[in-house]
């Protein structure tokens, strides 16, 4: 249970960091915003920030650049707040449309950020955090270098919570399954030397279960299809 608290208080550092009171107010609000959408969206985004600031701080970036990569970790999918609910907690395949809607979180999510003055690299780790290392991404096709640091930190981390989360159409990925995932996406969907880093950290069992919050582990009804081919991080 302490090391849960620890997660939850390394996420939540970004807030006591910053110096403006309004600013921290706004940030308040848009935890009890997501709190009030989807508890376990919020889950979500502490345990994508506790990942990235991991990974942030084993790639020895500055402390500035770690507290921006972990607010923008937290704040990575803010933009499904103007996501219509039917939507965001639709337990089967969204189709066309509706996956169309849903894509429009990271430009949402900027959007709403924008009057919050916050560090650039945290705006562009949540505009970002969809695009693919290949190109295939959205919300503009950026490719290895040319997506933000930050962006591509996120992308790793919330591809690994994503696995390693029960979802309402299938059970949490056993580890195994979670680094041969990887592997087989590295330097597609994720840049590899990001990859190798996050497995580095994955071995050293910080990451494993005990560390999640308990809610993070409901709504699962259905087992993953053998022969499915996962995409992650395009909800
Ligand atoms: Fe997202």
Redesign the pocket.
Same mark, same amino acid.
């Given at each position: 249970m302490k090391r849960v608290a620890r997660q939850l208080d390394l996420a939540l550092t970004p807030f006591e960091a910053l110096q403006r009171p309004a600013r921290a107010v706004d940030l308040a609000g848009v935890t009890e915003c997501l709190r009030e959408k989807d508890p376990a969206l919020l889950d979500h985004s502490h345990r994508v920030a506790f990942f990235a600031d991991l990974l942030a701080q084993r790639l020895q970036l500055p402390e500035g650049m770690v507290g921006q990569v972990r607010t923008g970790a937290f704040l +990575? *999918?803010v933009g499904?707040l103007g996501v219509a609910h039917g939507i965001l907690l639709k337990p089967g395949k969204l189709d066309a449309s509706q996956l169309r809607e849903m894509r429009r +979180?990271?430009v949402l999510g900027a959007r709403m950020l924008r009057d919050l003055s916050l560090p650039r690299g945290v705006v562009a780790g949540v505009l970002h +955090? +969809?695009e693919w290392w290949d190109g295939s991404g959205y919300p503009d096709g950026l490719s290895a270098g040319q997506i933000p640091l930050a962006a591509r930190i996120i992308t790793v981390c *919330?591809a690994f919570d994503s696995m390693n989360s029960h979802r309402p159409y299938r059970r949490a990925l056993s580890r195994q399954t979670i680094f041969d995932e990887f592997q087989s996406f590295t330097g597609r969907q994720f840049e590899p030397y990001l990859v190798d880093a996050f497995l580095r950290i994955l071995e050293t069992g910080v990451c494993d279960p005990p560390l999640l919050p308990a809610s993070s582990s409901g709504g699962c009804r259905a087992p993953v299809h053998p022969g499915r081919r996962l995409r992650y991080?395009v909800?």
């Open positions: +990575h *999918d499904k +979180h990271p +955090h +969809h *919330d991080g909800q």
